[in-house]
């Protein structure tokens, strides 16, 4: 958790992208949120297409965040 609270924000559009493949398969005692809004202080959104129903739980979060954030129009 140190680690990711010591990433300057916000973080650049490379960054963002690199850190969506850190998730895991599950919320590692909450880190995965903390990762999650890491990422989204970036340029959002970071997931341009619907990642599909079997994706990583946490990429389907970050792009239905920016859906529902209407970050697309």
Known sequence: MQQLEAISKPVTGEEARALVSCFG???CY????????LIETGPNP?????PGPD???????LYNRAVNGELFL
């Open 25 to 27: 398969p599950d919320d």
């Open 55 to 61: 994706a990583n739980e946490w990429h389907q979060r």
């Open 46 to 50: 970071v997931l341009t297409t619907d």
């Open 30 to 37: 909450g880190v995965a949120w903390t990762l999650l809004h």
